[in-house]
């Protein structure tokens, strides 16, 4: 999408848009589709918001210019620094200097986010100056084992967080406002249905549909005769569509979403009286006002129906907002026209502090939501915002995780606001064209065009481990021999790790019944031979929702069977691939445990002759043409020496020469019985 036009604001001949560019040249995107120029502005063109980002190798965003403020006060430009797992380690608030930006000078606020392996803040610190001596904030905070804050040294100010046993919050600090302690009450569902003061006093009752909606808020001491109910009225995407103020027929809010992303709204009328009419202007509390956003979809500008903004917002990377006036002058705390769709298009709830995510509740001064994701999730911190990744990341319904995986041969993937195809590749670990292939959306259907974003996708999630047992006439040797067990465990192990990260493991167990590949024992080029895809074998790999194979057992040659011998009688043709009935989908790792599994030549097929059959070179790269450039393939060469320093693994594509064993560098010999 590379325009969005509101024509109600001003006239039509004169709208308010936001534009990328047109003709082929779009000024507001870079070469890799990331947003360098967020610009809002009407025909004239006077600009009405606007922010410039650039974008460090890894896609994070390294700085972020407020154009209409640069190099005058307020001082609003911003760099980001992040660490070697790309998570954001400090924000710096001030001007931007150096070309390209590298830094800001005379800082006037710092965040600095000392990070542990998990993502919780061992350290936060806060500073207002160039002196970084944090003389504002200075924290140690410490955690449990499931990722719950134990404690905020100093204490004081800030309240420490409590939890109840399902890893609920039930007493923490309000946001804004530290010292004070908030107290939460849940429901079966882990949802929360009441907020309160330390004293108990209720502050807010909350009640919820069959899908977790919030479907209405009472605020006040007694729920029963609250001071005001607010009705929450959604379509199917979970948008609020209306909101009715103490049983009024008329509507108290309306809103119209964007389609650019499922938590950015184009406008809201609100009829501050509930009088079925928004004549009554300020008086009366009536408005017409239309949304501006950033490239992250945080709400930067409320513009009246004139085209005139009212109200700016800028944030902390967490969430954190302060207000302006259309000028950029007055800072609060609060908004002047009670807006709460705020941070990523979440709605800020002024009587708690706290933001309402969809399905959960999040707490920006801590970076934490308030309960704990669902054991689907497949990132290890269930309370974590974003990945610590809050400046490129959004989570649009309160659920966000790399891969949402349930132990189904499909797993789930929500596109955010900087996700391209070759951003949700990388997550499964394919390349984007394999990605394409095999990703299907919500409804099932091949994905085509970029990613919608809050669009869930599914993609493989299976993974077959294959055990093989020996064949005595061909692998005599191994007739008694206690390592095919040993490859067995390995391979097994491997499966076990997969499924506890919730991949559907189908374990195949071919020891205790007839081989699916016809072997001869006289003729070791035939195992080679194409057998055709009606082979057990041909029917894993060419699974559309594979994502991984493994085998364990004796020779991984007709154990994985993806090439054939070109010539019988010479005995000298090279091994080729299988004119692609086995090759035809990239996975994201391949692992033999398997005697002789390797090549001598990596970088191709070996030549296999009758006087060279001791040495059984297959060639591994044909193996590798299995597994994505983004993938790791692993084998093992060696019989009783399988654990010996022959094994190695490629990932990434890279070429490496794999050892050629001698014949009796691992102690058997291999003879055939001819």
């Given at each position: 999408?590379v325009e969005?036009?509101?024509?109600a604001?001003?006239?039509?001949?004169?709208?308010?848009?936001?534009?990328?560019?047109s003709?082929g040249?779009?000024?507001?995107?870079?070469?890799?589709?990331?947003?360098?120029?967020?610009?809002?502005?009407?025909?004239?063109?006077?600009?009405?918001?606007?922010?410039?980002?650039?974008?460090?190798?890894?896609?994070?965003?390294?700085?972020?210019?407020?154009?209409?403020?640069?190099?005058?006060?307020?001082?609003?430009?911003?760099?980001?620094?992040?660490?070697?797992?790309?998570?954001?380690?400090?924000?710096?608030r001030?001007?931007?200097?150096?070309t390209?930006?590298?830094?800001?000078?005379?800082?006037?606020?710092?965040?600095?986010?000392?990070?542990?392996?998990?993502?919780?803040?061992?350290?936060?610190?806060?500073?207002?100056?160039?002196?970084?001596?944090?003389?504002?904030?200075?924290?140690?905070?410490?955690?449990?084992?499931?990722?719950?804050?134990?404690?905020?040294?100093?204490?004081?100010?800030?309240?420490?967080?409590?939890?109840?046993?399902?890893?609920n919050?039930?007493t923490?600090?309000?946001?804004?406002?530290?010292?004070?302690?908030?107290?939460?009450?849940?429901?079966?569902?882990?949802?929360?249905?009441?907020?309160?003061?330390?004293?108990?006093?209720?502050?807010?009752t909350?009640?919820?549909?069959?899908?977790?909606?919030?479907?209405?808020?009472?605020?006040?001491a007694?729920?029963?005769?609250?001071?005001?109910?607010?009705?929450?009225?959604?379509?199917?995407?979970?948008?609020?569509?209306?909101?009715?103020?103490d049983?009024?027929?008329?509507?108290?809010?309306q809103?119209?979403?964007?389609?650019?992303?499922?938590?950015?709204?184009?406008?809201?009328?609100?009829?501050?009286?509930?009088?079925?009419?928004?004549?009554?202007?300020?008086?009366?509390?009536?408005?017409?006002?239309?949304?501006?956003?950033?490239?992250?979809?945080?709400?930067?500008?409320?513009?009246?129906?004139?085209?005139?903004?009212?109200?700016?917002?800028?944030?902390?990377?967490?969430?954190?907002?302060?207000?302006?006036?259309?000028?950029?002058?007055?800072?609060?705390?609060?908004?002047?026209?009670?807006?709460?769709?705020?941070?990523?298009?979440?709605?800020?709830d002024?009587?708690?502090?706290?933001i309402?995510?969809?399905?959960?509740?999040?707490?920006?001064?801590l970076?934490?939501?308030?309960?704990r994701?669902?054991?689907?999730?497949?990132?290890?911190?269930?309370?974590?915002?974003?990945?610590?990744?809050p400046?490129?990341?959004?989570?649009?319904?309160?659920?966000?995780?790399?891969?949402?995986?349930?132990?189904?041969?499909?797993?789930?993937?929500?596109?955010?606001?900087?996700?391209?195809?070759?951003?949700?590749?990388?997550?499964?670990?394919?390349?984007?064209?394999?990605?394409?292939?095999?990703?299907?959306?919500?409804?099932?259907?091949?994905?085509?065009?970029?990613?919608?974003?809050?669009?869930?996708?599914?993609?493989?999630?299976?993974?077959?481990?294959?055990?093989?047992?020996?064949?005595?006439?061909?692998?005599?040797?191994?007739?008694d021999?206690?390592?095919?067990?040993?490859?067995?465990?390995?391979?097994?192990?491997?499966?076990?790790?997969?499924?506890?990260?919730?991949?559907?493991?189908?374990?195949?167990?071919?020891?205790?019944?007839?081989?699916?590949?016809?072997?001869?024992?006289?003729?070791?080029?035939?195992?080679?031979h194409?057998?055709?895809?009606?082979?057990?074998?041909?029917?894993?790999?060419?699974?559309?929702?594979?994502?991984?194979?493994?085998?364990?057992?004796?020779?991984?040659?007709?154990?994985?069977?993806?090439?054939?011998?070109?010539?019988?009688?010479?005995?000298?043709?090279?091994?080729?691939?299988?004119?692609?009935?086995?090759?035809?989908?990239?996975?994201?790792?391949?692992?033999?445990?398997?005697?002789?599994?390797?090549?001598?030549?990596?970088?191709?097929?070996?030549?296999?002759?009758?006087?060279?059959?001791?040495?059984?070179?297959?060639?591994?790269?044909?193996?590798?043409?299995?597994?994505?450039?983004?993938?790791?393939?692993?084998?093992?060469?060696?019989?009783?020496?399988?654990?010996?320093?022959?094994?190695?693994?490629?990932?990434?594509?890279?070429?490496?020469?794999?050892?050629?064993?001698?014949?009796?560098?691992?102690?058997?010999?291999?003879?055939?019985?001819?």
């Open positions: 999408m969005v036009k509101y024509p604001v001003t006239v039509s001949s004169n709208p308010l848009l936001l534009n990328y560019g003709g040249t779009y000024g507001g995107l870079d070469q890799f589709g990331r947003v360098v120029d967020q610009k809002w502005q009407n025909s004239t063109p006077t600009v009405k918001d606007r922010y410039k980002y650039g974008y460090d190798r890894a896609s994070n965003r390294t700085y972020r210019e407020n154009s209409l403020t640069h190099g005058s006060p307020p001082a609003l430009d911003e760099f980001y620094t992040y660490d070697g797992l790309q998570r954001l380690t400090r924000a710096a001030g001007t931007l200097s150096g390209p930006y590298d830094s800001v000078t005379s800082p006037v606020k710092t965040q600095d986010f000392g990070l542990e392996a998990l993502g919780n803040w061992k350290t936060f610190k806060e500073d207002d100056d160039a002196t970084l001596d944090w003389d504002v904030l200075d924290q140690t905070r410490t955690h449990n084992k499931v990722n719950e804050i134990t404690g905020i040294t100093p204490a004081n100010p800030w309240i420490n967080p409590t939890y109840d046993a399902a890893g919050m039930i923490g600090p309000r946001p804004g406002n530290e010292a004070t302690e908030n107290k939460y009450v849940y429901d079966a569902w882990n949802r929360m249905v009441q907020a309160k003061e330390s004293n108990d006093t209720i502050i807010a909350y009640r919820y549909d069959g899908l977790r909606r919030r479907i209405r808020k009472l605020l006040g007694n729920p029963a005769s609250p001071t005001a109910t607010y009705d929450f009225y959604h379509n199917e995407a979970g948008q609020i569509l209306e909101n009715r103020k049983g009024s027929a008329n509507s108290f809010e809103y119209v979403w964007d389609v650019r992303y499922i938590n950015t709204p184009v406008i809201r009328w609100r009829d501050g009286n509930c009088d079925g009419d928004l004549d009554g202007g300020t008086q009366e509390g009536d408005s017409t006002l239309y949304y501006a956003s950033d490239a992250n979809f945080n709400i930067t500008a409320l513009i009246g129906t004139d085209g005139t903004p009212v109200e700016r917002v800028v944030y902390d990377p967490y969430g954190k907002p302060k207000f302006y006036n259309g000028s950029w002058q007055n800072p609060s705390d609060t908004s002047a026209y009670a807006n709460d769709v705020l941070f990523t298009g979440h709605r800020l002024a009587e708690t502090g706290l309402y995510g969809g399905f959960r509740y999040y707490n920006y001064s970076g934490d939501w308030t309960t994701g669902s054991d689907e999730y497949d990132y290890p911190n269930l309370y974590l915002y974003a990945g610590s990744k400046i490129g990341r959004v989570d649009p319904m309160g659920l966000w995780s790399e891969v949402e995986r349930r132990g189904e041969r499909r797993a789930k993937v929500c596109a955010e606001s900087l996700d391209t195809w070759t951003s949700l590749a990388e997550r499964i670990n394919l390349e984007p064209s394999e990605y394409m292939l095999w990703a299907k959306d919500s409804n099932g259907r091949p994905v085509t065009g970029p990613p919608t974003i809050g669009e869930w996708y599914t993609v493989p999630n299976l993974v077959y481990v294959n055990l093989g047992t020996r064949i005595p006439g061909l692998w005599g040797a191994f007739r021999s206690s390592a095919i067990p040993a490859m067995h465990k390995k391979a097994k192990a491997k499966g076990a790790a997969y499924a506890a990260l919730g991949y559907k493991v189908v374990e195949v167990d071919w020891t205790t019944t007839a081989h699916p590949i016809p072997v001869s024992d006289k003729v070791p080029e035939e195992m080679g194409d057998w055709g895809s009606a082979s057990p074998l041909a029917a894993q790999l060419a699974d559309v929702d594979l994502a991984a194979w493994g085998y364990g057992g004796h020779g991984a040659d007709p154990g994985i069977l993806v090439y054939k011998h070109d010539t019988y009688q010479g005995k000298t043709g090279k091994w080729t691939l299988s004119s692609g009935k086995y090759v035809h989908h990239r996975l994201a790792e391949m692992w033999l445990y398997a005697c002789y599994s390797l090549a001598a030549n990596a970088g191709g097929p070996a030549q296999y002759t009758a006087e060279s059959r001791r040495g059984r070179t297959k060639g591994f790269s044909l193996w590798e043409l299995n597994v994505s450039s983004l993938g790791s393939l692993t084998g093992y060469v060696g019989g009783t020496g399988l654990f010996s320093s022959n094994a190695e693994t490629r990932s990434g594509g890279l070429e490496y020469q794999f050892p050629m064993p001698a014949s009796s560098d691992t102690g058997t010999t291999f003879e055939d019985d001819e």
